[in-house]
């Protein structure tokens, strides 16, 4: 079994900061890449942001130059540090791992419960 927690919404006022942390645990034999989508009340799931095992990211053009994506493959956690937020950052955030349980198994994707960030104007 896999499980991803995230961890570190919450509500914060326009221009203010949040770090989301997401944990992967269980059988995994290795992680390909790592992200953070968000789903707003009566819109669409999208890609906030993903990074490779080897460190190669990938940005929503709506974030780019205000929330940077980390991880830590040592400890198969990734983070989202979120900063100048905006109202329109509202949602609900999920994280997803794409990884292999097994030696021989195919990549497929996980999901988390997802934590909802709430910017106040």
């Known amino acids: 079994q896999v499980r991803l927690v995230e961890s570190g919404g919450g509500l914060v006022q326009a221009g203010g900061s949040l770090r989301l942390s997401c944990a992967a645990s269980?059988?995994?034999?290795?992680?390909?890449?790592m992200g953070w989508y968000r789903q707003a009340p009566g819109k669409q799931r999208e890609l906030v942001a993903a990074?490779?095992?080897?460190?190669?990211?990938n940005y929503a053009d709506s974030v780019k130059g205000r929330f940077t994506i980390s991880r830590d493959n040592a400890k198969n956690t990734v983070y989202l540090q979120m900063n100048s937020l905006k109202p329109e950052d509202t949602a609900v955030y999920y994280c997803?791992?794409?990884?292999?349980?097994?030696?021989?198994?195919?990549?497929?994707?996980?999901w988390g419960q997802g934590t909802q960030v709430t910017v106040s104007s």
């Open positions: 269980g059988s995994i034999f290795s992680i390909n890449a």
């Open positions: 997803n791992a794409n990884l292999r349980r097994w030696v021989g198994d195919y990549r497929r994707d996980y």
């Open positions: 990074i490779t095992s080897g460190g190669t990211t």
